[in-house]
C-alpha cells in the first residue's frame, strides 16, 4: 500500500506537472526550431510574440463571455484560440513584411537577424502592455478539476491524493494532436517536404522549382499556431503575465537546443526533458523516502538536490552541458 | 546631448538632470565594456546583466562592514566549503592533465563535480542556516571588508573579469547566436546564485545604507561653508526677500535642495573621471597594433589565425576586458544608488538595453558608444512624459472621460519599450553602422 501511495506522490507532484510543463515548452521549442531551421535566426522575441497570441486569445474569450457563449465545462478560452491564431498569423506576416524580409533579401548573418528580432521583442512588448496591462490575468473558467485530490482519496482509500485538472489534461491532449499533425504535415504532405528542403540547403531548394515566398509563409503560419496555442494552455494552466512570457523564452531556447536546434522532434522531447529535470532536481523528495523507506530509515532533512529557487538555473546549466559536449543537441540539430 | 540634459535641468529640475546624466555616465561605461567586445572582436555578449549584478556584489562586499556575529557562527564552515571547491577544482585540472582523453574520464569528472557538490551542500548547510539565523532582519550574512566603497569598481571589474574568463573558456568556441543564448543563460545562473545564496548577498532582502564617497545631505545642510556657498550663489534671489524670518526660510530650502545637487555632483565628478580614463585607454588600444589585430580577427578570422594570430587566446582576453568594464559599471551604479538589490536585475533593463544603445551608437566607435548610452538613457527616462505629452496632444480634442484615451494614459509607460524598439528597427534598416560609425584611418 504504501509503494501505490509514493507512486501516486510522485505522479501528483512530478509527472502530471511535469508533463503538461513540457508540452508548453514542447510547443514554445518547435516554434524557435521551425524559425532557426527555416528562417535561419535565433528569434529573441519567442516570448513576447507567445503572450501577444494569448493576449488576442484573452480578448475573444472576454468578448465570448460577454456574448454569454461558453463552452460548458471547457474553459471559453478553447473557443476563441482560433481567432487569437489568426490574429497572430496576421501580427507575424506584418512584422515580417515591414522587418524581417529586407534582411532576408540582403542574405544578413543570423547576428543582424537576432538583433533586429530584439527590435521586435522590444516592440512586442510595448504592444501587449499597452493592449492588455502588465498585471496578472486568469481567464481560465469551466470545470476546474477533472479528479479532486479528496474525492480521489475516498474512491481509492489510499493516503495520498491525486489531483487533476482539467487545464493539465487539456495541455497534453492539444499538444499530442498539433504536435502529430505538424509532423504528418513536416513529412507527408508536399509543402513540409519542400520545407524540410529549403531548410537543409537553400540554393537547392531554389533550383529544383520551391517558391521561397511561399515556404516563408506556410512557417509564420505554422509558427502563429504554435505560438499562440502554446501561450494559451500556457496561461490557461498558470497565469498571463507579459514578463512570465518573456521570461518562459529562456527555457524554450534552452530546450530548442538541448534538442538540437532546427530538429522539431529534438525540440518536442527537448521541452520534456527540461521539464523534468527541472521537477525532478528541485522536488522535496522527503515524503517519497517515508513511504518506501521502514520507519528507522526515515531521512531527517528534505532529501532535495537543490532548492526550487534555482528551478530555472537547473534547466540553463542542463543546456550549458549540452553546449559543450554536443552543441548539436542531443538529437542531431539542423536538419528539419 | 548636454543641451538635451540642460534642458531637463531648467524645466523639470536640476535634481532629475542630474540624477539622468550619471546614469547616462555609467550606461556609457557599459556599453564601452559591451562595445569592446562586439565592435572591436565582433563577440556577442548577451550576458551584460550578470556582469553588472556582480560588480554590485562587489560593492557590497568591499563596503560593507563584517558581521562579526555571523563569522563566528558559521564563518569556519563557509571557509572550509571555499576550501573544498579549490580542492575539487585542484583534483579535476590535475585530472585533466594526467589522463587521456575518454569516457572514463569525463564520468569520472562528472562523478567529482556531482559529489563535490552534494558535500559541500551538506557539509555549508548548518553553516549558511547559522549565518541566516544571526539578526536576519538587518543582517542574516557575512558581511564585507569595510573598506571605502570607491575600492570595489577595481574589485568589481576583477570580479567580472574572473566570471568572464569561466564563461569565455566554456562558451567561446560556439558560433555567434548560440554564444548570445549561452551568455543570456549564465547571466541568469548569475542572478539566481545572487538572489538565493543569502548568506553572501542578503539575496531579496537587499543591502541597504552603503558607505558612500560623497558627503551626506543632512551633514552639509549644518555645514557652514556649504550654507555660505548656497547664499552666495543665491544673493540676487534671497536680497530681494526683505523680511529677515523669510529670507532664513529660504536660505534652508535652498540648502536642502543644493545639497542634493552638490552630492549628486561629486558623483557626476567621479563617474566623469572613469569614463574619462576609460575613454583614453580605448582610444589607444583600437589605433595600436593590438587593436588592428582585433579588428582583423573579426573581419576574417581563418586569415587571421593563417598569419599566426591566437584567436582563441585574444578571443579570451577581449571578453575578459570587456566584461571587466562592464563590472566597473555595475560596482558604480551600486554606489551610486547606495543600495544592492538583485531583484532588480532583469535582461531588459540591463542587458539589451545596453546592447540597443551599442547598436545605437555605433559598434566599433568608442565616442559612438558613449552617445549611444546618453541618447538611449534620456529617452528611456524621458520616453514617458514625452509620449504623454503626444498623446495629450493628439487626443486633445476627446473629453477626458473618454475610454480610450484614459487606458492610454495609464499605459504611457510602456511606450519606453515601444520607442526603444522601433528605433532600434529604424537604426539598423537605415543606419546600420550607428549615429557615429567606425572610423578606421589607414595609414
Request: glycine letters at 10%; one cysteine or more; charged letters at 15%.
Amino acid at each position: 500500500m504504501d509503494f501505490v501511495n509514493a507512486i501516486i506522490l510522485l505522479l501528483n507532484y512530478i509527472f502530471i506537472p511535469a508533463l503538461t510543463y513540457g508540452s508548453q515548452l514542447a510547443l514554445g521549442a518547435i516554434f524557435v526550431t521551425l524559425i532557426y531551421g527555416i528562417l535561419r535566426f535565433a528569434n529573441f522575441a519567442t516570448g513576447d510574440m507567445m503572450s501577444f497570441g494569448t493576449m488576442a486569445t484573452i480578448l475573444f474569450t472576454w468578448y465570448f463571455q460577454s456574448l454569454g457563449v461558453s463552452l460548458g465545462v471547457l474553459p471559453t478560452a478553447l473557443l476563441a484560440i482560433p481567432f487569437g491564431i489568426i490574429f497572430m498569423i496576421f501580427y507575424m506576416l506584418l512584422i515580417d513584411k515591414f522587418v524581417f524580409k529586407y534582411y532576408r533579401h540582403q542574405k544578413s548573418p543570423p547576428v543582424q537577424f537576432a538583433m533586429v528580432s530584439i527590435g521586435v521583442m522590444f516592440v512586442t512588448q510595448a504592444v501587449v502592455r499597452i493592449i492588455i496591462g502588465p498585471a496578472d490575468r486568469r481567464f481560465f473558467d469551466g470545470e476546474k478539476f477533472i479528479i479532486k485530490a479528496r474525492e480521489f482519496k475516498e474512491m481509492t482509500g489510499l493516503n495520498e491524493g491525486l489531483a487533476l485538472k482539467s487545464t493539465q489534461v487539456i495541455t497534453i491532449f492539444v499538444t499530442i494532436v498539433l504536435v502529430s499533425l505538424l509532423f504528418w504535415f513536416l513529412n507527408r504532405t508536399k509543402t513540409g517536404k519542400s520545407m524540410k528542403a529549403y531548410s537543409d540547403n537553400e540554393d537547392l531548394a531554389l533550383l529544383s522549382g520551391i517558391d521561397p515566398k511561399k515556404i516563408v509563409l506556410v512557417t509564420w503560419v505554422i509558427a502563429g499556431i504554435l505560438a499562440t496555442i502554446g501561450g494559451a494552455l500556457y496561461g490557461l494552466d498558470k497565469s498571463f503575465k507579459p514578463f512570465t512570457y518573456f521570461n518562459n523564452m529562456l527555457p524554450i531556447f534552452a530546450a530548442a537546443i538541448v534538442g538540437g536546434i532546427g530538429n522539431p522532434f529534438g525540440a518536442f522531447l527537448g521541452g520534456y526533458v527540461i521539464a523534468f529535470s527541472e521537477i525532478l532536481l528541485t522536488y522535496a523528495y522527503k515524503k517519497f523516502f517515508m513511504y518506501i523507506l521502514p520507519v528507522s530509515m526515515e531521512p531527517e532533512g528534505l532529501v532535495q538536490l537543490l532548492s526550487t529557487d534555482y528551478k530555472f538555473a537547473v534547466s540553463f546549466s542542463i543546456l550549458v552541458i549540452v553546449l559543450l559536449y554536443r552543441p548539436s543537441g542531443i538529437f542531431k540539430g539542423k536538419v528539419l | 546631448m548636454m543641451v538635451l540634459i540642460l534642458l531637463v535641468g531648467i524645466f523639470q529640475s536640476w535634481n532629475i538632470a542630474l540624477s539622468i546624466f550619471n546614469l547616462c555616465l555609467i550606461s556609457a561605461v557599459m556599453t564601452m565594456g559591451a562595445n569592446i567586445q562586439w565592435g572591436y572582436a565582433g563577440l556577442i555578449n548577451f550576458g551584460i546583466m550578470g556582469y553588472t549584478a556582480l560588480g554590485g556584489l562587489a560593492a557590497v562586499l568591499i563596503s560593507v562592514d563584517p558581521v562579526q556575529e555571523a563569522w563566528r557562527a558559521g564563518g569556519f564552515d563557509i571557509l572550509m566549503a571555499l576550501w573544498l571547491i579549490v580542492v575539487m577544482v585542484l583534483v579535476i585540472r590535475f585530472i585533466l592533465k594526467r589522463f587521456e582523453k575518454s569516457k572514463i574520464r569525463s564520468y569520472s569528472i562528472a562523478a567529482i563535480i556531482i559529489s563535490g557538490i552534494l558535500l559541500i551542500r551538506f557539509s555549508a548547510e548548518p553553516g549558511i542556516e547559522a549565518i541566516e539565523a544571526v539578526d536576519p532582519a538587518k543582517t542574516g550574512f557575512l558581511g564585507g571588508f569595510g573598506l571605502p566603497i570607491v575600492f570595489s569598481w577595481i574589485v568589481g571589474a576583477l570580479f567580472a573579469g574572473g566570471l568572464a574568463f569561466i564563461v569565455g573558456k566554456v562558451a567561446l568556441g560556439l558560433r555567434a547566436d548560440y554564444l548570445a543564448i549561452a551568455t543570456l543563460l549564465i547571466s541568469e545562473i548569475v542572478i539566481a546564485i545572487i538572489k538565493h545564496e543569502d548568506w553572501l548577498t542578503r539575496g531579496v532582502k537587499n543591502v541597504i545604507g552603503l558607505k558612500r564617497p560623497a558627503p551626506y545631505e543632512v551633514d552639509l545642510q549644518t555645514t557652514d561653508w556649504f550654507i555660505n556657498l548656497v547664499e552666495k550663489f543665491n544673493s540676487g534671489k534671497l536680497s530681494v526677500i526683505e523680511n529677515l524670518a523669510d529670507r532664513q526660510a529660504a536660505l534652508n530650502q535652498l540648502v536642502i535642495e543644493g545639497s542634493s545637487v552638490f552630492v549628486k555632483l561629486c558623483y557626476s565628478g567621479l563617474f566623469l573621471v572613469v569614463v574619462i580614463i576609460l575613454l583614453i585607454l580605448t582610444q589607444k588600444a583600437l589605433y595600436s597594433p593590438w587593436g588592428r589585430m582585433m579588428r582583423a580577427i573579426r573581419d576574417n578570422e581563418e586569415a587571421a589565425n593563417a598569419m599566426g594570430k591566437n584567436v582563441v587566446k585574444q578571443h579570451l582576453l577581449i571578453f575578459i576586458l570587456g566584461s571587466a568594464i562592464v563590472g566597473i559599471a555595475g560596482a558604480m551604479l551600486v554606489t551610486q544608488d547606495g543600495l544592492f538589490t538583485p531583484g532588480s536585475y532583469r535582461p531588459m533593463r540591463y542587458t539589451f538595453l545596453i546592447w540597443v544603445m551599442v547598436i545605437v551608437g555605433g559598434s566599433g566607435n568608442n565616442f559612438g558608444a558613449i552617445l549611444g548610452g546618453f541618447v538611449v538613457w534620456f529617452l528611456w527616462i524621458e520616453a514617458a512624459p514625452i509620449s504623454l505629452f503626444l498623446i495629450n496632444f493628439f487626443t486633445a480634442g476627446i473629453p477626458e472621460t473618454n475610454a480610450l484615451k484614459a487606458h492610454l494614459i495609464e499605459s504611457v509607460p510602456y511606450f519606453r519599450f515601444l520607442l526603444m524598439g522601433l528605433g532600434l528597427l529604424f537604426i539598423m534598416r537605415y543606419r546600420p553602422k550607428g549615429i557615429l560609425p567606425e572610423k578606421i584611418e589607414i595609414k
